[in-house]
């Protein structure tokens, strides 16, 4: 950090964290709206850009409104959804928990939902009633299931501590790991074909519907983190001296579980389970304009948005057929934390 020895240079420094917060985000909306642009643009049919200005306004075939609209937009609101629903949840995780290596996972979320899903894909629970919506359904109750459950075990008589409720995480996710490998077991091939494909993540199947599915709870559930983004900043520097400071401990965790249990659930509800989201956004964005929740809160909505629109577009446009989105996120997200973890573990959280 740069010496300050007048107040002259404290109100430079001010200045110019300022200018270069409003520099990122400028920057991160610009991505966000390219990225949006040459989502719409790039697939089996190419689409230039003026096109997809005019199709925007109405105009264009119908063919190339029915690609544009009916196709790709549901698609791509669905990988912007996910993204920032993702990326928000790895944050606040890593905030309340104050561990760089957190995110929705670490709570055995993500695991509850893969759970969810290979019990309506396998044996068709609530199929009778909700049709092709009985996977989404399944995977988003079981997401609030597993959270139920962990918070249940973590809690004693003195309340709930992190690191219980971290250790709670851990082993309800493996039983419910165990249990979508015993539901793979005994599954037959095309079932099991099903499974495997729907842990991976994709947008492949999304359409409107879809996004209509999942925008309500994800919208909600960054609502209620977005709002707590100053108790987050006070818990993130330590939950005795935010207690101090006036901050209900437990109920803006129990809020920001709850939080991140909607995003969660709604995002593997059209998406299936797709990981490193949560790890990679936050910390670029941490290491960009430091641990402030007023800014981090915002850039992670919109560069989760990019992040996943971005990576979607390569998995159907750089090979030559459309891979799951899982796969490309793990593969850049562990050399990615393995160099963070490496060379900027100190940066990260000062």
């Known amino acids: 950090m740069t010496e300050l020895s007048s107040l002259d240079d404290l109100k430079h420094y001010h200045f110019s964290k300022k ?7 400028a920057l991160t909306v610009l991505a966000l709206f390219l990225t949006f642009m040459a989502t719409l643009m790039i697939g089996n049919y190419a689409v230039s ?48 928990f104050k561990n760089p290596m957190a995110s929705p996972s670490i709570l055995g979320i993500s695991s509850g ?13 609530g199929a009778a009633v909700l049709g092709s919506y009985s996977i989404p359904f399944m995977a988003f109750v079981f997401c609030f299931v597993t959270m139920g459950a962990v918070y249940i075990i973590a809690r004693t008589k003195y309340g709930v501590a992190t690191v219980t409720l971290l250790l709670a995480g851990v082993a309800v996710g493996a039983f419910f790991n165990g249990l979508v490998s015993l539901v793979q077991y005994i599954a037959d091939e095309e ?81 299936g389970t797709i990981g490193f989201v949560g790890l990679i956004v936050p910390h670029i964005f941490r ?52 160099y963070v973890m490496k060379t900027r573990k100190k940066e990260m959280w000062e």
């Not at 519907?209 to 330590?238: H, K, Q, T």
């Open 113 to 125: 939902a893969a759970f969810g899903a290979s019990l309506a894909i396998s044996f068709g629970i």
């Open 287 to 338: 290491m960009l304009v430091g641990p402030n929740h007023k800014l981090l809160i915002p850039l992670c909505i919109l560069g989760g948005a990019a992040f996943m629109m971005g990576i979607d577009t390569i998995s159907k446009a750089a090979f030559s057929v459309s891979i799951p989105v899982g796969i490309l996120t793990s593969l850049l997200g562990a050399p990615f934390f393995i």
């Open 191 to 271: 079932t099991l074909a099903a499974i495997v494909y729907w842990t991976m993540g994709s947008f492949n199947k999304c359409v409107w519907d879809s996004f209509y599915l999942a925008v309500v709870p994800v919208v909600l559930g960054i609502a209620i983190i977005l709002f707590r983004s100053r108790e987050l900043n006070m818990i993130s520097a330590g939950e005795e001296q935010a207690a101090n400071m006036g901050v209900n401990v437990k109920l803006t965790r129990i809020l920001v579980i709850t939080g991140t249990s909607l995003c969660v659930g709604g995002s593997v509800a059209i998406s």
């Open 19 to 25: 200018k270069r917060s409003f520099l990122i985000i």
């Open 49 to 96: 850009w003026n096109d997809v200005i005019g199709i925007l306004m109405g105009g264009g075939t119908s063919a190339e409104r029915q690609i544009i609209m009916d196709i790709r937009m549901p698609r791509l609101l669905c990988a912007a959804l996910v993204g920032a629903a993702l990326s928000l949840s790895g944050l606040a995780m890593q905030s309340l």
